[in-house]
């Protein structure tokens, strides 16, 4: 299939519509597809005939690690920790479930590049984040070759904070710092999301947007793509648990980095250095096949991310910049 815009992905690309009938998905693949094309998200059943028991042993694994006793139907859920980032690194099942061959075939058909976890997020309860796009954390260039993928692992009542977004807001203006006028290489934060919850609200309000929450059925998944806004609403009865893992996918030959510590029209990039969570090799960023390193470590920073000097021939080429 012939594409000319192969620096977006295609569900982004205004030519999906057209090309949707020859990328050889099934009707429901293309369902998916045109939903994140239109809406900016999709829910789908998660295709893992093991799920029921991963989750049972996901729960009894990771369920001390949060500090609240989950058997007590009385207890406060929400006292303890609300989150547990990559698990995956000592957790099977959280490996298996970020790994899912069809998944990741599924995004890798659906963006035109091969997709591949990095992160992984387990929830016991809701997080009640306000709204927020990914792409302030992690984001690419091109840009959103990225998504999440969140799936439900119990039936998510509407007092647990379920999962909010605001379809169709992946088409809004993509959050950066240029767009909010702040300098942010060299800076730092408490949250990445802080500086820019300003200009969201507004454009929610300029939009007059109206959230949907994800009433989600236990084996349920959600995948948004990277630039939907979207959060965890409040928790109203905290004696409810609502577990869920979130798995972050890239894709391949990008660069991968931190727009909220980056100023992209500088050529300033906060790269980050990523892992493949399904074979647990590296992901070098790349650009159009060329190996592209951070060359220094930020200093005060942990994660493990870099600040980047990008080769001016690099620069030109990436921003049409004379350098
Ligand atoms: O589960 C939620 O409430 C939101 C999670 C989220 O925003 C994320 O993992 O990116
Ligand atoms: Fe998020």
Redesign the pocket.
């Known amino acids: 299939m012939n594409n000319p815009l192969p620096g977006l992905p295609l569900i982004e690309s205004p030519l999906f519509p057209a090309m949707v009938s020859q990328l050889d998905l099934t009707s429901d693949e293309a369902r998916v597809g045109l939903e994140l094309y239109y809406r900016g998200y999709a829910v789908f059943d998660f295709p893992d005939g093991e799920l029921e028991q991963r989750i049972d042993r996901i729960k009894a694994s990771l369920g001390p690690r949060y500090g609240v006793d989950f058997d007590d139907p009385g207890s406060d859920k929400t006292a303890g920790e609300r989150r547990l980032q990559d698990a995956w690194r000592f957790d099977a099942d959280v490996h298996a479930i970020a790994s899912n061959s069809v998944v990741i075939d599924l995004l890798s058909r659906l963006y035109g590049r091969k997709a591949f976890p990095f992160q992984t997020?387990n929830?016991p309860v809701?997080?009640?984040?306000s709204a927020?796009s990914?792409m302030v954390?992690f984001s690419s260039q091109p840009e959103k070759f990225m998504c999440?993928v969140?799936l439900a692992m119990e039936d998510i009542a509407a007092d647990a904070?379920?999962?909010f977004y605001y379809p169709g807001s992946h088409r809004w203006p993509v959050m950066s710092n240029a767009l909010i006028g702040r300098r942010g290489s060299g800076a730092s934060l408490a949250s990445a999301q802080d500086p820019f919850a300003e200009a969201w609200a507004a454009l929610c309000a300029a939009h007059e947007a109206q959230a949907e929450t994800f009433l989600a059925k236990k084996g349920q998944a959600l995948i948004w793509s990277a630039n939907l806004l979207?959060?965890?609403?409040p928790q109203i009865d905290s004696t409810l648990s609502r577990w869920?893992q979130?798995t972050?996918y890239y894709f391949d030959d990008c660069l991968y980095y931190t727009p909220a510590f980056s100023d992209e029209t500088i050529g300033a990039l906060d790269l980050r250095e990523i892992t493949a969570i399904c074979d647990g090799r590296p992901r070098p960023n790349t650009y159009l096949g060329e190996h592209i390193s951070a060359a220094s470590a930020r200093p005060g920073r942990s994660g493990g991310t870099g600040r980047s000097l990008i080769p001016r021939r690099l620069l030109r080429q990436l921003f049409g910049k004379s350098g």
Do not use: A, E, K, M
């Open positions: 997020l929830f809701g997080t009640q984040q927020h990914d954390h999440g969140w904070g379920p999962l979207h959060g965890g609403s869920s979130v972050h």
